[in-house]
């Protein structure tokens, strides 16, 4: 299932933070290094409206990243997404996963400044590798994949939803590709094969348990997403071989 060449793919998430500091291009080059080909990271946007890459609202000290430059930022180790996407490995496949969520603190209600921001940074770089969007914001996703409809978006769920009333809810709000948790209800062989015989990809979080790889690959999911890329592809690498 599009975008992923190789089944199932390994997604760094947020890079091989185990060997670096999450969401940095270190931490993304180590994924690449270890032999995956996809890294998921996570965008928020600063107090002077740039993307950024950086998974939490705040900063270790509690400040929202919204109530902060860009360059304020930068000096607390956290990168600019266009930096980023700059210093990336040539074919690596990046999942840019939009934070806009009820219950943070720069949750901005019907506010899609951030999708406009990737939007304006990806257009001109569709070509240059494999890319997926997400959001757990369905009304994020939305934005997304209409802003760029060549670029398949992602609805991220978790466990409150099963597999089949999540990719119900995605397909409504313009999703191609639904991620489900890892213990998520209805992550079983008949329902991952009736979403591809929707034209859905299944692509499971977090993943780092060796047995549980095995058994997402016999599920036939399309990408596992984990903390631990290396010994994923190894994993992968040997059971191929038998």
């Known amino acids: 299932m599009f975008p992923f060449y190789d089944a199932p793919a390994v997604v760094g998430h947020r890079g091989a933070p185990h060997v670096a500091p999450e969401n940095t291009p270190a931490a993304f080059l180590a994924a690449w ?4 080909r996809w890294v998921e990271l996570d965008v928020r946007r600063s107090a ?14 509690g400040t929202p990243l919204i109530e902060q430059t860009a360059h304020d930022l930068s000096s607390l180790g956290v990168w600019g997404l266009e930096a980023v996407l700059a210093d990336l490995p040539d074919g690596l496949g990046v999942d840019v996963e939009i ?30 590798r494999p890319w997926m969007t997400s959001s757990f914001n369905p009304l994020t996703v939305s934005a997304i994949a209409k802003a760029l409809p060549s670029v398949p978006a992602g609805l991220l769920h978790l466990g409150t939803l ?17 991620c489900p948790p890892i213990d998520a209800d209805g992550l079983a062989p008949a329902e991952v094969a009736a ?27 399309d990408a596992i997403c984990t903390n631990r890329p290396g010994e994923v592809v190894k994993a992968l690498a040997d059971l191929a071989a038998g």
């Open 33 to 36: 290094e270890a032999g995956a």
């Open 48 to 61: 002077d409206d740039v993307p950024v890459v950086h998974h939490d609202p705040t900063t270790p000290d």
């Open 99 to 128: 934070k806009n969520n009820p219950g943070e603190v720069d949750y901005q209600e019907n506010d899609q400044r951030t999708v406009e921001l990737v939007t304006e940074l990806l257009e001109g770089r569709i070509d240059e």
């Open 162 to 178: 099963s597999l089949a009333q999540a990719a119900n809810f995605g397909v409504e709000y313009g999703a191609q590709i639904i």
């Open 195 to 221: 979403l591809h015989a929707e034209g859905l990809a299944v692509f499971v979080w977090t993943v780092d348990d060796l047995d549980e790889v095995l058994r997402l690959v016999r599920l036939g999911v």
